[in-house]
């Protein structure tokens, strides 16, 4: 006799067509109770959960989407040592479609016109690796003293990323682009109290706690500006140590030489110097 496909027998054959009818149901079941939770339910077990973590989380509505998510409105967090951030909305979910690239686990967020997107894998609580998108923010929406009174701020266009963990230690890649970046210039005698630098493309990278970033250009009064920067301690602000060194490109072709007055210094070149910390910037500019 011919040798034939295998054949399951019936009696497992109906068991598993029990048992995968059981998990529809079971998950079908659930969704039903997931979806019809009262806002003060699932919001008094996502403070429970954050608050062993040390984050504080109010919000004005909170109800679970279709199929594995949860979506919150009027939205205030608060991490330790730090104002509170409030978001017009926060949609957290599992995407099936995500284990493909190994981030299921996915968090956006919107205040306005403005947005982030946020991938995290498998193991969200704790994850390894993600994908971060941002667009839209300003130095406005963080409530920060130093952006309000040093006179330091920026606006992003968009800026990508991509970090992981691995023992302890976090690494990051990634691009963007900013509308500007503001520095104070606190110098006696500057002509400007602020250098302002428009249309900013950059890369970045974060190695050993330290943010580098290999390539920034933009404009500076009309002139072209490109160079480099590295922020050591970027994980804390206001102990972290920032250098920038741009090059202003033919200045006399912009603003930059009649603002300083280069022609009486007998300069040709003009650079930019950015020191000091996250929470208080100061730029300075270098003629010869």
């Not at 969704?31 to 339910?41: G, W």
């Not at 205030?76 to 978001?87: E, K, M, Q, Y």
């Not at 403005?114 to 409530?143: E, I, K, N, T």
């Amino acid at each position: 006799m011919a040798a034939g496909k295998p054949r399951i027998p019936g009696g497992l054959r109906g068991r598993a067509i029990v048992a995968i009818g059981a998990l529809l149901f079971l998950a079908s079941l659930s969704s039903a109770v997931a979806l019809t939770l009262p806002s003060d339910t699932i919001l008094s077990t996502l403070r429970a959960t954050l608050r062993g973590h040390g984050i504080d989380l109010s919000a004005q509505d909170a109800r679970f989407i279709f199929p594995s998510g949860i979506r919150l409105s009027g939205v205030t967090i608060t991490f330790p040592g730090n104002p509170s951030v409030a978001l017009d909305e926060i949609v957290a979910s599992w995407e099936w479609t995500g284990l493909l690239r190994w981030a299921p686990a996915r968090v956006r967020f919107r205040k306005g016109t403005a947005s982030g997107d946020l991938r995290f894998s498998p193991a969200f609580w704790s994850p390894g690796s993600g994908h971060v998108l941002l667009s839209g923010f300003s130095s406005s929406d963080l409530p920060l003293s130093v952006f309000s009174a040093s006179g330091a701020g920026f606006s992003i266009r968009r800026i990508e990323g991509r970090w992981s963990v691995s023992r302890g230690k976090v690494t990051a890649n990634g691009s963007g682009t900013l509308n500007f970046l503001q520095v104070p210039v606190p110098a006696p005698g500057s002509p400007v109290r602020e250098a302002r630098i428009d249309g900013v493309s950059l890369s970045f990278l974060i190695r050993e706690k330290a943010l580098r970033i290999p390539k920034l250009a933009g404009t500076y009064e009309g002139s072209q500006v490109d160079g480099t920067g590295e922020i050591l301690g970027v994980l804390s602000p206001r102990s972290s140590m920032m250098t920038f060194h741009l090059r202003i490109r033919n200045p006399f072709e912009g603003r930059v030489a009649t603002l300083f007055d280069m022609m009486s210094k007998n300069a040709k070149n003009a650079n930019l110097r950015i020191v000091g910390t996250l929470t208080a910037p100061a730029g300075e500019f270098q003629f010869f």
